[in-house]
C-alpha cells in the first residue's frame, strides 16, 4: 500500500473485481455452455429437458462443494450430462466435457477496453487492491498474464465475496468500511455485500453475466453507488464518490 495515498480524504481505498471487470471471463464460460448443450443435444430434445436450467441447478447444488470456477462448472456439467442423458452419455463425450474445461483453463487473458488506464489513473490518487473470487490456481495465473499485478497493493484471491469476506478483509486493512470503494460488475459479489457494510461501490455492468450474479436486490444506499457503461468512466466516478464522501465527514482536499 501506498500510505500517502488517501491520508487526506474519505475515501482511501478502492477494490477491484477480476472477472468482467478487468479482462473477459463470462463470454469463455457462455461459450463452453453452448458446446455442453451441443454434446448433450445428441441424446436428448433440449427443448425437453431444458439443458440450460438443469446445468444451472446443479451448479447451484455443487457450489458448497466445489466453489466458483471452472473446475466445479466442469464436475457439474459432467453430473448433469449423466442425468440427462440416464447415464448414455459416452466416454468420449464425457472427455469432450473435460477438454471444455482445459480449454477455458487456457485462454488467454484479454483485458477489457480501457481498464489499463483507469486502474493506473485510479491508482496515483488511491490505494488499490485487487479482490477476486474463484479457483486459486486459475486466478492467480489470470492475474500474472494480466500485466497488473505491480498496480495493486495488495491482491486477495477468496472463495467468496460476501459481506463477512469484505468485513473480515477491511479488518486486515485497518479500514472502515465507509472509507472503502468496490468496482466491479456482479451487482451480488461486489456491490451488494459493501453497500451492506457501509461502503461504496460502482457498477460497471458486463454484457453477459451469469446469472447467479445478478439475484440479488440493492435495498439500501442507493446513494452510495454509481454506474458507469464503460472502464472510461471509472476515474470521474470514483472523484465524485470520493468527493461526496469527503463532504459528509467534513474532509477537504
Known amino acids: 500500500m501506498h500510505e500517502a495515498h488517501g491520508e487526506h480524504t474519505a475515501i482511501a481505498l478502492v477494490g477491484f473485481d477480476g472477472d468482467d471487470t478487468l479482462w473477459r471471463s463470462q463470454d469463455y464460460f457462455d461459450q463452453a455452455q453452448a ?7 445428441a441424446y436428448a430434445d433440449l427443448g425437453d429437458v431444458r439443458v440450460h436450467e438443469h446445468l444451472y441447478q446443479v451448479e447451484m447444488r455443487n457450489l458448497a462443494l466445489f466453489g466458483y470456477g471452472v473446475k466445479g462448472m466442469a464436475l457439474s456439467m459432467i453430473e448433469a450430462a449423466l442425468e440427462i442423458t440416464g447415464q448414455r452419455i459416452s466416454g468420449a ?123 440479488v436486490e440493492l435495498g439500501v444506499a442507493p446513494e452510495r453507488l454509481r454506474t458507469v457503461a464503460s472502464a472510461e468512466q471509472l476515474p470521474a466516478a470514483v472523484r465524485e464518490i470520493a468527493a461526496l464522501a469527503d463532504a459528509r465527514v467534513g474532509v477537504f482536499r
Open 35 to 41: 458446446e455442453f448443450e451441443r454434446i448433450v443435444g
Open 93 to 215: 463425450d464425457v472427455q469432450r466435457i473435460v477438454a471444455l474445461a482445459k480449454s477455458l483453463l487456457q485462454h488467454p487473458v484479454e483485458l477489457l477496453p480501457g481498464i489499463r488506464d483507469a486502474v493506473e489513473r485510479i491508482a496515483r490518487d488511491l490505494d488499490v487492491v485487487l479482490i477476486t473470487k474463484g479457483d486459486l490456481f486459475h486466478q492467480e495465473a489470470k492475474v500474472r498474464q494480466s500485466g497488473l499485478a505491480d498496480v495493486f497493493g495488495r491482491i486477495e484471491i477468496v472463495s467468496e465475496k460476501d459481506a463477512g469476506t469484505y468485513a473480515r478483509l477491511l479488518r486486515e486493512f485497518d479500514l472502515a468500511p465507509s472509507r472503502f470503494l468496490m468496482i466491479g460488475n456482479s451487482l451480488r459479489s461486489d456491490i451488494a455485500p459493501v453497500l451492506e457494510l457501509g461502503g461504496w461501490g460502482v457498477h460497471m455492468p458486463y454484457h453477459t453475466t451469469w446469472a447467479h450474479e445478478n439475484e
